[in-house]
């Protein structure tokens, strides 16, 4: 059987919204020893909105995000952040320019409170001594902000995989971003877990946070999704509005083959009798 491609196109014209852009990145290529992970890719994302990145394991989503958040430098390309070229040279430089990561590996020291991980590398200091007190006031007023029911000196060991996402999140909300990454965060969590964290990202967004999602969940991107970026083999295949995407079409331009190559339709013709009973 001849494979039928889909049409590989560069991304779609600007789709209008309501939100500025304030995360560039053009022409984004990665190259590790004997692979090209990314090859020329274009990104945005605007204020306000779920920009879900998606695509088969290897696409490079991973890689894409890693350069957001400052684990690797791309090989070529620009970032362009609040309308200035910017270089991500760590992860602490990126959030120091606003933009944080969740992702699945947790960054967390499990034999710390969760007020400690908070503030790991960041410690409020009065002279050279910690200051407990107000570090406890503003772990406490972020958790409070993002309404999330831990206590401040809880030991993160002992706390569930869904609390420990909590942590995590409220670490990368304390330092104030202005671009969220969210790497399969519903992967261990419960449905009931799932509903709460859709209504926080809802609350990022109303605050004007940008945030980059990867997810294979069909039925996450049409629920918090607002555009998709999709990708194959380190390229950009196209960038659609969630309205437009049906899951025929997603597994398409992942795929890069028309639907009917994938699962194709198989006729069996009936033989001849093998066995027969009657009454």
Not at 50 to 60: I, R
Not at 71 to 83: D, K
């Amino acid at each position: 059987m001849v494979e039928t491609s889909v049409t590989e196109e560069t991304a779609s014209p600007e789709i209008q919204s309501s939100g500025d852009v304030i995360l560039r990145l053009e022409g984004i290529s990665k190259q590790f020893p004997g692979t090209l992970a990314l090859d020329n890719v274009d990104f945005d994302v605007r204020s306000g909105e779920v920009h879900v990145l998606f695509g088969e394991n290897g696409a490079g989503k991973s890689t894409l995000i890693q350069i957001v958040a400052g684990v690797y430098r791309q090989s070529s390309g620009s970032i362009n952040l609040n309308g200035d070229n910017i270089t991500l040279s760590s992860v602490k430089r990126a959030r120091e320019l606003g933009v944080s990561a969740v992702f699945q590996e947790f960054s967390l020291v499990p034999e710390l409170s969760v007020e400690e991980n908070l503030f790991l590398g960041s410690e409020l200091t009065r002279g050279p001594i910690l200051d407990k007190v107000s570090l406890r006031r503003q772990a406490r007023e972020t958790l409070d902000r993002l309404g999330f029911p831990l206590k401040a000196n809880s030991i993160v060991l002992y706390l569930s995989r869904a609390e420990q996402q909590m942590v995590e999140i409220a670490k990368a909300f304390r330092t104030k971003p202005s671009i969220m990454i969210f790497d399969e965060p519903t992967a261990s969590l419960t449905e009931r877990e799932t509903e709460r964290l859709f209504q926080l990202i809802e609350q990022l967004k109303s605050d004007g946070i940008g945030i980059i999602y990867i997810t294979h969940r069909m039925n996450e991107i049409k629920q918090i999704g607002d555009r998709i970026t999709v990708l194959r083999d380190g390229r950009l295949i196209d960038t659609i509005p969630v309205e437009e995407a049906s899951d025929t079409k997603l597994v398409e331009l992942m795929t890069g083959r028309v639907i009917d190559q994938i699962f194709p339709e198989i006729k069996l013709q009936a033989g001849e009798e093998l066995l027969k009973i009657e009454n």
